[in-house]
């Protein structure tokens, strides 16, 4: 079982940023690809940012250009580097491996 632990979550004005972290433990030989996804209460989980071992990343659109996705595979950790920091990404945010568990997520509130 794999074990996901999100942080560095926070309040921010906008235009601010932030960085995510989160760490994979557990039974695991290795991790190719890991990502974030956010999901605010009433709505569907989406995808914000994935990235592989070899460093191929794809963004929302929405995103784009404002978040960074970069992964340490070595140590099975992956972050978010979020800049221009918009009130609509306010959500609580997850990381994902391609194993089926989910962390507890960790809340982002961009707000004056």
């Known amino acids: 079982q794999v074990q996901l632990v999100e942080s560095g979550g926070g309040l921010v004005q906008p235009g601010g940023s932030l960085r995510l972290s989160c760490a994979a433990s557990?039974?695991?030989?290795?991790?190719?690809?890991m990502g974030w996804y956010r999901q605010v209460p009433g709505k569907e989980r989406e995808m914000v940012a994935t990235v592989t071992s070899g460093g191929y990343t794809n963004y929302a659109d929405s995103v784009k250009g404002r978040f960074t996705i970069s992964m340490n595979s070595a140590i099975k950790q992956v972050y978010l580097q979020m800049n221009s920091l918009k009130p609509e990404d306010t959500a609580v945010y997850y990381c994902?491996?391609?194993?089926?568990?989910w962390g507890q997520g960790t809340q982002v509130t961009v707000s004056s």
């Open positions: 557990g039974s695991i030989f290795s991790i190719n690809v």
């Open positions: 994902k491996t391609p194993y089926p568990s």
